[in-house]
């Protein structure tokens, strides 16, 4: 079969390499996929770079966290699943970028009847962090506000449109002016375009002089240091990435460190996931199925290339321009 692997960490159009190697056999309590369509999410990416923590790679390392497929072959101890079966394939260690799978059986979902393969190779990742930050870490209530950061992101955008059905208020930043409208229509309250002015002050005028009490970020940096500040003196703010990657400074202005109650949580669904009992795991995937169909928590379909474009792929996936998620299609020419 193909796969994508690499063998050293660094900029994944460097580093990535589609090979062919032996189609492997699931283990007793596993089970192989034929993989339809994966995509390429930023934590794949930071990964083939050696910045995602919690999954070490072994090389030469697969990669792809999640995906939909069809079941092709089962273990011998697994019941419950069936060959020719559609799934959401969620795969811990990686390796969905690649023709076929291998992943415990309990770590598979069935895919939902109705949706198209484009929305359940994005089942999990970006809805489920969506879910998990706005209603159950943060439980934002309704009619507050909730700032966000990188707002045009796939992510950014689900969370526009929880918050306006939940009932609460948006914040998003931007750094193009052009998006302001567009996000606006789907729902955004309040943009802000970073080069009108600190971020902070920004929110101020904008929303409450007293700040907002929930925000979250994957950027940091600067940005990061400004939402900090644009917090209620009872504010709570998760950081789930770190685009920048570069430092945020929290006590660099007394006025925030020496007053108040501000907190600043990390969040990173790998922690989350397994952490939840079976009843709200069960919720949650049917509050993603739920939302998938009302389009609230829908991934935008972007272009699609065959393993042999990887490079191009992993390109176009951080193309400031680009429209929709980028999807693999392995079984494509």
Same mark, same amino acid.
């Given at each position: 079969?193909?796969?994508?692997?690499?063998?050293r960490?660094g900029?994944p159009?460097?580093v990535?390499a589609?090979?062919?190697?032996p189609?492997?056999?699931?283990g007793?309590?596993?089970?192989?996929?034929r993989?339809?369509a994966t995509?390429?999410?930023p934590?794949?990416?930071?990964?083939?770079?050696?910045?995602?923590?919690?999954?070490?790679a072994?090389?030469p390392?697969p990669v792809?966290f999640?995906?939909v497929?069809?079941?092709?072959?089962?273990?011998?101890q697994?019941?419950?699943?069936?060959?020719?079966q559609r799934?959401?394939?969620?795969?811990?260690?990686?390796?969905n970028w690649? @023709?076929?799978?291998?992943?415990? /059986?309990?770590?598979? +979902?069935?895919?939902?009847e &109705?949706l198209p =393969? #484009? *929305?359940v190779?994005?089942?999990?990742?970006n809805?489920?962090?969506?879910?998990?930050m706005v209603r159950?870490?943060?439980?934002v209530?309704?009619?507050?506000?909730?700032?966000?950061?990188?707002?045009t992101?796939?992510?950014?955008?689900?969370?526009?449109?929880?918050?306006k059905r939940?009932g609460?208020?948006t914040?998003?930043?931007v750094?193009?002016?052009?998006?302001v409208? @567009?996000l606006?229509r789907?729902? /955004?309250?309040?943009v +802000?375009?970073?080069?009108d &002015?600190?971020? =902070? #002050? *920004?929110?101020r005028?904008?929303?409450d002089?007293?700040g907002?009490?929930?925000?979250?970020?994957?950027?940091?940096?600067?940005?990061?240091t400004?939402?900090?500040?644009a917090?209620?003196?009872?504010?709570?703010?998760?950081l789930?990435g770190?685009?920048?990657?570069r430092?945020?400074?929290?006590?660099d202005?007394?006025r925030y460190?020496l007053?108040?109650?501000?907190r600043l @949580?990390?969040?990173?669904?790998?922690?989350w996931?397994p952490?939840?009992d079976?009843?709200?795991?069960?919720?949650?995937?049917?509050?993603?199925?739920?939302?998938?169909?009302?389009?609230?928590?829908?991934t935008?379909?972007?272009t699609?290339?065959p393993?042999?474009?990887?490079?191009?792929?992993v390109?176009?996936?951080?193309t400031?321009?680009r429209?929709?998620?980028?999807?693999?299609?392995?079984?494509?020419?």
């Amino acid at each position: 079969m193909k796969g994508v692997v690499f063998d050293r960490h660094g900029e994944p159009k460097d580093v990535l390499a589609v090979t062919d190697r032996p189609t492997p056999e699931p283990g007793a309590t596993e089970v192989r996929v034929r993989v339809i369509a994966t995509p390429v999410n930023p934590s794949d990416l930071l990964y083939v770079r050696g910045h995602y923590a919690g999954v070490e790679a072994r090389f030469p390392a697969p990669v792809g966290f999640e995906g939909v497929g069809v079941i092709d072959a089962l273990g011998p101890q697994v019941e419950g699943w069936e060959p020719g079966q559609r799934v959401v394939v969620v795969n811990g260690q990686g390796g969905n970028w690649a @023709e076929y799978a291998v992943v415990p /059986a309990h770590d598979l +979902l069935p895919a939902p009847e &109705g949706l198209p =393969d #484009e *929305q359940v190779a994005s089942f999990m990742i970006n809805p489920a962090s969506a879910l998990l930050m706005v209603r159950h870490v943060l439980a934002v209530p309704r009619g507050e506000w909730l700032l966000q950061s990188a707002a045009t992101s796939e992510l950014g955008r689900m969370v526009i449109r929880l918050a306006k059905r939940d009932g609460i208020r948006t914040v998003n930043i931007v750094r193009r002016r052009e998006a302001v409208t @567009e996000l606006e229509r789907l729902g /955004a309250d309040v943009v +802000l375009v970073t080069d009108d &002015g600190p971020i =902070d #002050e *920004q929110v101020r005028r904008a929303v409450d002089p007293e700040g907002v009490k929930y925000a979250i970020d994957p950027v940091i940096g600067d940005t990061g240091t400004q939402m900090f500040k644009a917090l209620h003196e009872d504010g709570l703010m998760l950081l789930y990435g770190s685009l920048t990657r570069r430092p945020m400074l929290v006590g660099d202005d007394p006025r925030y460190i020496l007053a108040g109650r501000r907190r600043l @949580e990390v969040y990173w669904l790998g922690y989350w996931l397994p952490r939840l009992d079976r009843e709200m795991r069960e919720t949650l995937v049917q509050d993603i199925v739920e939302l998938m169909r009302e389009g609230i928590l829908e991934t935008s379909a972007g272009t699609k290339f065959p393993l042999d474009q990887i490079r191009a792929a992993v390109t176009q996936s951080e193309t400031k321009s680009r429209q929709g998620k980028v999807l693999l299609i392995p079984g494509s020419e």
